[in-house]
């Protein structure tokens, strides 16, 4: 079995590394390949504050949603407000995981109305920090989203709200055997080897490279199974194995 990969980009917002989107935009046009763009809402972190905020973002999200990029919903404001984990459990800071349900549905309700005065509509869930909790998945099925960008499984799955879990576990593309694997880029930060490693490993990865609609159409009846919990954990400790060994500075 050959694994399928798919591309996410996150914290696009106004006030983004432009200069190197624009040269990564180019290579995805190229190559035809068709990634979950996690766009920030309203952004009030200034980490994304990478330069002067460009007045067309919203027509360029707009372009990107039609050439069938999936727009994924990236929170409200990006400000993390509580040390919560959530459910996924790789940091301990949050948005949303560990408030009340009101309070977060007020949250997304903001979230989506931005969206919607901007003629944009988010398919897909993606968490700052990979954190929210058992309420952020109960509120966003009445919001019509369906999708879940994260956590740890091999493949991808539906919940019992009928909501797809579309696994993240990569941040850097790497030659595994079989599953569906999503690579996540944070691109503010990026140098040109980076750029140039991203393309090399782009063009030798392109031909098992899917997007969001053919993965929820080919896991649509997968239900959620112990070995999914099981292959969660062990890839969740492997991760922060490799965290608490990583040299400081690296």
Request: with cysteine; proline share 6%; charged share 25%.
């Amino acid at each position: 079995m050959t694994a399928k990969y798919l591309l996410r980009f996150d914290d696009l917002c106004p006030t983004m590394n432009w200069d190197m989107w624009r040269e990564i935009e180019s290579i995805l046009l190229d190559a035809d390949v068709k990634p979950i763009l996690a766009v920030v809402p309203d952004n009030r972190d200034e980490a994304l504050r990478c330069g002067e905020p460009d007045s067309r973002f919203w027509e360029h999200v707009r372009r990107w949603q039609s050439a069938g990029a999936a727009i994924g919903l990236h929170g409200h404001q990006h400000r993390y407000v509580t040390e919560d984990p959530g459910i996924v459990g790789l940091n301990k800071r949050s948005e949303f995981a560990g408030l009340p349900l009101p309070e977060q549905e007020t949250k997304l309700n903001s979230a989506l109305e931005i969206f919607r005065r901007e003629n944009v509509t988010p398919s897909v869930w993606v968490a700052p920090a990979h954190s929210f909790d058992e309420n952020t998945v109960a509120i966003l099925p009445g919001l019509g989203i369906k999708a879940i960008s994260d956590g740890f499984f091999l493949f991808p799955h539906v919940d019992s709200k009928g909501v797809m879990w579309i696994p993240q576990q990569l941040w850097r593309f790497r030659s595994m055997p079989f599953g569906v694997w999503t690579v996540c880029f944070h691109h503010n930060a990026w140098t040109k080897r980076d750029l140039s490693l991203f393309r090399q490993d782009l063009y030798r990865y392109r031909r098992v490279i899917l997007n969001v609609p053919e993965v929820m159409d080919a896991y649509r009846e997968r239900p959620f199974g112990r070995m999914d919990l099981l292959v969660a954990r062990s890839i969740l400790a492997s991760i922060r194995m490799r965290q608490r060994f990583r040299p400081r500075g690296a």
